[in-house]
């Protein structure tokens, strides 16, 4: 302290032009601005001012109250230094990102992202002014996402970083990072960079779009630092002391805010890894100890099946889901386990959040909530169609913007999702709202999910894809065909619509193509109906341990008919054979490592149109797949295949 002392009274000789005084002529404790001391003025203690914040990087606010007192003498200025330099330290210190038992703190952080800030500032990338940010791991992600921001780069966040999926999009940006490292070795060196940054900096987020097709969204700086502050506003105290932990991606506008942009705005850490197994999720809550979780309804649906959630300890302070609404069964699951369901927030890439709601228990011990409430300073109302319609400070103006999702109000102000408006499609001239038709088979026994989707052919016709409860598995399995299903279901569908809006094509799976967001596409559901000339189109299939069993319709259009045999087409055993081998390395765990063929026998021609099942039986303690290929109780093929129990280490 005596060092910063003698340092502080010659910076004050220096500063002020004292040339008639030496620092021993200053006392630690002198009044510097009254009569009985130095007797200085206000234009001094300006000049002080300026002299103290550019040797110790002070932050001097006018408006601090203590700021008369700070300045009393050489002692006060000396503890005031002090405190400042140690606030600075424990910023420098604080941990932003955990990796592994490694804590990478601000300092790292920001030396990083200057040395970034360095390389785009020199020659060789000065002239790219749009840049692709396809950084997967989460801390080069921020680390390049200010560095590119403070440079005066205008950044483009697609949400799929493959070459094929960027490649649409290259008019959109002149450069990728994709490689911070590689960036950074090709910078220069010299002084660090200052983020300075424009509140008003402009970025363009890529959406893949309900129908599949690229979809681009402007937004700003300000719009994320406005829905950090709404965040903050309604979970600030929650996160505060935690690490955030998520098992979504960061490329999307809920993971860049929940998972990296609102904890470091915190001053909290996020944890590195993306824990996409629920084992992973374990193991983090475990040994981060206070934790928030940011998922989806799509991982966390499925989550209660595969691992007991009472492991999940000790249990996050909040889980977040974002992407879809989660399915009440799964929210109670997590009320069960943990005492409250997770947070579920509405919302879309063009407004940020809107609404948040948790199903918790609500008066009723049994009753669970599905109504949204709107976020603080998020204004709702219904329009003439029944679609949503907002106001919100996450929006770049103060306009009323449409949804195309359909609302009821109640008179509190919260909501209630009807479907979307933008799925309502017309066939044969006749109007049908596709979450509708999804919603009323959702009420058949039989049915657990559905998605329906158009399809287009000769005729625009409707595809079902469904995932079945265990009494629409029980019978499916006992019928003698999934005919006997589809049947009953457009029965039931018809009492509710006109037969010709019914579904035309059916599908059963183990899960709907939910997406890493918990979304699925237009696109990701035809592709389940689309016929492939080298493989049978899989109607229906279930899976138990080791027993399989599918449903699978042999169309004439596969090439395995072709001359064999000229009018007489028979599908080719060794194809049967191939199938059993592909199915089996799909459905079971190290089974693909074929050895030889036992007992193989094929009973019946399988001609082209046929619909029949397969059961597989997997054994991994001999190695082998047990096959049947049936009609009802009528044999076509049977056998086992063989594989190297080497392929299971």
Sequence with gaps: MTALKLEIKQLLIDALNLEDLTVADI???????????????????????????????????????????HFRSVS??????????????CVDTRPVCIDGDRVLDWRFFTERTCAAVRALDGERHRSCVRWALCLSDPFDFVCGFFALLAAGKQIVLPSNHKPAALLPLAGLYDSVLD????????????????????????????????????KVIHKTLVQFEAEIQTLATLWGTVIHGATVVASVPHHHIYG???????????????????????????????????????????????????????????????????????????????????GAAPIEVYGSTETGGIAWRCQRQAQHQNEMSDAWTPMPAVAVRCAADGALQLRSPHLPDDQWWRMEDAVQIDVEGRFRLRGRLDRIIKLEEKRVSLPELEHVLMQHPWVKQAAVVPLNG???????????????????????????????????????FDVVVLPRHWRFCMQLPF?????????????????????????????????????????????????????????PGVVQID??????????????????????????????????????VHDPGRGRITFRYHVDEHDYATGRIVYSKLATV
Aim: hydrophobic content about 45%; proline content about 6%; aromatic content about 8%.
């Design 27 to 69: 006392g630690d404790d002198m009044p510097l601005f009254n009569t009985d001391g130095l007797g200085l003025d206000s234009i001094d203690a300006l000049e002080i001012g300026i002299a103290l914040r550019k040797k110790y990087q002070l932050q001097i606010e006018a408006t601090d109250s203590g700021m008369r007192e």
């Design 76 to 89: 006060t200025l000396a503890d005031w230094v002090t405190s400042q330099r140690n606030a600075h330290n």
């Design 179 to 214: 490689d911070l490292d590689s960036l950074l070795a090709s910078g220069e060196g010299g002084l660090g960079a200052e983020l300075k940054i424009d509140p008003r900096a402009p970025l363009s987020l890529v959406t893949s779009g309900s129908s599949g097709v690229p």
């Design 256 to 338: 860049l805010l929940f998972r990296l942009l609102w904890p470091l705005a915190a001053g909290q850490p996020f944890d590195r890894l993306i824990c996409v197994d629920p084992a992973d999720v374990r193991a983090r809550l475990a040994a981060l100890q206070k934790t928030v979780l940011v998922s989806s309804p799509a991982q966390l649906a499925r989550w209660p099946a595969l691992i007991n959630l009472a492991q999940l300890a000790p249990p996050p302070g909040l889980i977040f889901s974002s992407g879809g609404p989660l399915a009440a069964e799964a929210a109670a699951a997590y009320v069960q386990a943990f």
């Design 458 to 496: 000769a005729r625009i016709t409707l595809g079902a894809l469904l995932t079945l409860t265990e009494e629409g598995i029980q019978a499916w399995r006992s019928a003698a065909s999934r005919l006997f299903i589809t049947q009953a279901l457009r029965r039931y569908l018809a009492e509710h």
């Design 515 to 571: 997406d890493e967001r918990g979304k699925f596409s237009v696109t990701d559901l035809a592709v389940r109906f689309a016929k492939n000339p080298l493989q049978p189109e899989l109607l229906a299939e279930w899976c138990d341990g080791d027993t399989a069993l599918l449903e699978l319709h042999v169309p004439s259009t596969l090439i395995h008919f072709s001359g064999h045999f000229p009018g007489l087409p028979i599908l």
């Design 579 to 616: 199938w059993v081998a592909r199915y089996a390395a799909h459905y079971f765990a190290r089974c693909d490592g074929f050895q030889s063929l036992e007992q193989i026998k094929f009973l019946s021609m399988v001609r082209p149109g046929t619909t029949l099942r397969l059961a597989l």
